[in-house]
């Protein structure tokens, strides 16, 4: 603050001659104005001597039309707040044409005149004499200058100084030095002396939490000095201001492009699939049912019936991004109700390894592009939310496979792991047929980064009732699939798997998954019934054109190549990545079973 306030002490000092002198002439113009009105007046009043009640009303118009002038040669065209009735005026009596962004300045443009538009971040003002603000334009912000000088009136200063934070202006200003460095600046050796200012947008003057509170750096072990994640998830639109959530956003943004632009360049076909379906083909329990014309419907579970379906259309290489729904109602860090899924699929030739290679491959260019492109978005969220930069790629791997990039581990490999890492703690034993629950898989992110230094990895071959029966159980091992799981930082981020293409050996899956799962599809209100009848209505449901699983069965029945696919959560990608805790930092307005608003 010291350095501040000396600062601001020499700029008044070395405008004071300047003060002293306009003060001199403003006296003068006062009194000449004050003489023209006085004269002005008496002409209004003799005139008002002569004339009837009308013409009274109208010299009184005449003399706020009178004052209006007077205050329009006190602001001499270059302050105010922008109106339906002024802004071609404005616009017209701009000295600089053409707007810039404040991510442009650089020292090349001392001395130059800029026109920028930015949102007031902070307002500290000292009369009508002196004011700074910090001016924000997406993740750059630059210090402005309003000194009472032969550009700038009092009013003008006093004007600037009344806005308040978050209004949004538009300047016309002269790129000068900076004395000292500009602390909160992005651009620190830098400042604009302003010449003329106009408000864009008015901020109301209390706001619901402070840009600065929003943006302080999270600290776990003192959550007393954090908002909220509810509070914020309230404020979304403010929240969303602060430079850390604008850069996860810019990443988010970017995972998505990289994902589509690399797919397209090796001759995938991107789809549209509905959202609205007659029934899904997995648990009618964890689906959003609509009213869809006096008829029950769905919203989309997965977009996998559509995309084996392009590949049964001989398109090959398929994907697509787009919004998916479950109904569950757990409601943990990474769960949404509402979610963007980054869905491929594609045939192969001799292994499903081939598909798996090229996804290992596509992440970790994904990775390598980021780290590399996006430097400064990585510091701001790096600021707020410390978390350490993602390892891949390391130099060994335990698996047998030499084509492949990172690391990968059979699902029995890691319950052999964790059961070694617990051997001297009190938990019991996870046993071959136990399915590995999220503090499990977080513990095993963490043995994998101690032993292999790496943050993302796959883990392979999951037992065949852990998965849905379009599955293709392995070759090798009939109690195995051929699945995978792709985790970051101990966090599954998405799963695929080799697809069953052979429609007579989905059928008979399908049956055996039913006897085993008998809530599914149409089951759910069977479940007092006996085992008979339970078979006997699967029977049904698979001879019923209208059955949710018919359709999806009889498109194999036409020939079908074989292929894999995945499905990765945009959102819970871009948390893992950024080493986030909770997946609602990563979706703009997220959906889960308490969150409807806004």
């Known amino acids: 603050m010291s350095s501040e306030e000396d600062l601001i002490k020499k700029r008044i000092e070395k405008e004071k001659k300047i003060i002293e002198t306009k003060s001199k002439k403003t006296i003068l113009q006062n009194n000449n104005n004050n003489n023209n009105n006085n004269n002005n007046n008496n002409n209004n009043n003799n005139n008002n001597n002569n004339n009837n009640n009308n013409n009274n009303n109208n010299n009184n118009n005449n003399n706020n039309n009178n004052n209006n002038n007077n205050n329009n040669n006190n602001n001499n065209g270059n302050w105010g707040e922008i109106n339906n009735e002024n802004y071609k005026e404005i616009i017209n009596n701009r000295k600089v044409k053409d707007w810039s962004n404040i991510s442009d300045i650089n020292e090349s443009m001392i001395g130059k005149s800029i026109l920028i538009r930015a949102r007031v971040s902070n307002n500290r003002s000292f009369g009508n004499k002196l004011c700074f603000l910090q001016l924000r334009d997406g993740l750059s912000n630059i210090q402005a200058v309003i000194t009472n000088n032969e550009d700038c009136s009092k009013p003008m200063v006093y004007f600037v100084g009344s806005i308040p934070k978050e209004s949004i202006v538009d300047i016309e200003a002269i790129i000068i030095n900076s004395s000292i460095p500009i602390e909160g600046c992005t651009i620190k050796n830098l400042e604009l002396r302003v010449y003329s200012l106009y408000l864009q947008s008015k901020s109301k003057s209390s706001l619901p939490c402070e840009i600065n509170d929003l943006s302080r750096p999270i600290n776990d072990n003192n959550n007393n000095n954090n908002i909220p994640l509810n509070y914020r998830l309230d404020n979304r639109c403010l929240d969303l201001r602060i430079s850390s959530n604008l850069s996860i956003f810019k990443i988010q943004s970017a995972i998505s492009n990289l994902f589509r632009d690399q797919l397209l360049d090796k001759d995938f076909i991107e789809i549209h699939s509905p959202k609205i379906i007659k ?36 398109f090959k290489r398929v994907f697509e991004i787009g919004p998916v729904y479950r109904g569950d109602l757990g409601h943990t860090h990474r769960h949404l109700n509402e979610f963007t899924s980054l869905d491929i699929e594609m045939t192969f030739k001799d292994h499903y390894h081939e598909v798996l290679d090229f996804l290992d491959n596509l992440i970790v260019s994904v990775f390598k592009i980021l780290d590399s492109n996006y430097q400064n978005e990585l510091k701001f969220i790096n600021d707020q939310f410390p978390f350490e930069k993602i390892k891949f790629l390391p130099s060994t791997s335990i698996s047998t496979s030499t084509s492949i990039s990172s690391l990968r581990f059979t699902l029995d490999q890691v319950k052999s792991m964790l059961n070694e890492f617990y051997q001297n703690s009190n938990r019991p034993t996870i046993q071959p047929h136990d399915c590995l629950n999220i503090q499990e898989e977080r513990i095993f992110g963490k043995i994998v980064k101690e032993k292999f230094d790496v943050d993302f990895y796959i883990v392979e071959n999951s037992y065949v009732e852990f998965e849905t029966f379009y599955t293709m159980p392995n070759s090798n091992n009939e109690k195995l699939t051929n699945s995978f799981h792709l985790y970051i930082r101990g966090e599954e981020i998405g799963s695929g798997s080799q697809r069953i293409h052979d429609w007579r050996f989905l059928e008979k899956r399908f049956k055996q998954y039913c006897l085993n799962f008998p809530c599914n599809n149409n089951n759910n209100n069977n479940n007092n019934n006996n085992n008979n009848n339970n078979n006997n209505n699967n029977n049904n449901n698979n001879n019923n054109n209208n059955n949710n699983i018919q359709n999806y069965i009889d498109i194999f029945k036409l020939g079908c190549e074989q292929h894999a696919g995945c499905s990765i959560g945009l959102e819970r990608l871009t948390m893992a990545y950024l080493g986030l805790t909770n997946i609602r930092k990563t979706s703009f307005c997220p959906r889960d079973p308490t969150r409807l608003n806004p």
């Open 279 to 314: 029934k899904p083909i997995q648990f009618e329990a964890n689906s959003f049912k609509l009213n869809y014309f006096n008829e029950t419907a769905y919203l989309i579970q997965s977009t996998l019936l559509y995309r084996q379906m392009a590949i049964a259309s001989d």
